[in-house]
């Protein structure tokens, strides 16, 4: 499956805009994501994954992946080879 099936474009756009703001404010911006298949995408906008939680609701639990993404200098996220240190 492709992570662009899995994300909307407003979803898309807010991963790119999102960090970027944050950056600007010297903020660490977080994650949640249900879908395993959409971390190689997060990945590739420097967020990092972190761990994993379950949501205990209903009869089965829902598995959260949990990333961050550290501020970045604007050279580092214009190059998208910025150092990614963990929480």
Do not use: C, W
Not at 6 to 23: E, F, G, V, W
Not at 52 to 59: S, V, W
């Amino acid at each position: 499956e492709s992570h662009k099936q899995s994300l909307s474009k407003r979803d898309r756009m807010q991963i790119l805009t999102t960090p970027q703001q944050a950056d600007l404010e010297g903020r660490a911006t977080y994650l949640e994501s249900s879908a395993a298949n959409n971390l190689p995408y997060y990945i590739k906008y420097g967020f990092e994954h972190i761990t994993d939680i379950e949501l205990k609701r209903g009869a089965e639990p829902i598995k959260l992946h949990i990333m961050v993404r550290e501020p970045q200098s604007m050279a580092e996220s214009s190059k998208g080879t910025a150092k990614i240190r963990a929480v």
